[in-house]
């Protein structure tokens, strides 16, 4: 199974940014699609995710209102809009997918393949 993400950047405070998750080796339709963030010196944590039925989706408070997590199955391919961007959104963003169609707590140990992540930056 691989996932590549691609999409992150540099932009200012209040821009957008669309991030893109291609996988292969699995059916995003079978399998929870997640998206995580690290920054310097703080743990992973979770973002976004969506069910494998697609029926559902998850968000951390700090994103809610703000980014959106989609897919397009066609593509086998996970999106991750952003919008309003602020400097602490500011991170290295992860992919990833979990090996059932939905997890209770999406912690990353729900997970089991990653992505190489791609580089958020947020200018204020």
């Known amino acids: 199974v691989q996932l590549v993400e691609s999409g992150g950047g540099l932009v200012q405070a209040g821009d957008s940014l669309r991030l893109s998750c291609v996988v292969s080796?699995?059916?995003?339709?079978?399998?929870?699609m997640g998206w995580f963030r690290q920054a310097p010196g703080k743990e992973r944590e979770f973002v976004a995710a969506?069910?494998?039925?697609?029926?559902?989706?998850y968000y951390a408070e700090f994103v809610k209102g703000r980014f959106a997590i989609s897919r397009d199955t066609a593509k086998n391919t996970v999106y991750l809009q952003m919008n309003s961007l602020k400097p602490e959104d500011t991170a290295v963003y992860y992919c990833?997918?979990?090996?059932?169609?939905?997890?209770?707590?999406?912690?990353?140990?729900?997970?089991?393949?990653w992505g190489q992540g791609t580089l958020v930056t947020v200018s204020s």
């Open positions: 969506i069910s494998g039925s697609g029926g559902n989706s």
């Open positions: 990833a997918s979990a090996p059932k169609d939905s997890t209770w707590y999406h912690t990353k140990w729900d997970y089991d393949y």
């Open positions: 080796g699995r059916t995003i339709s079978s399998a929870e």
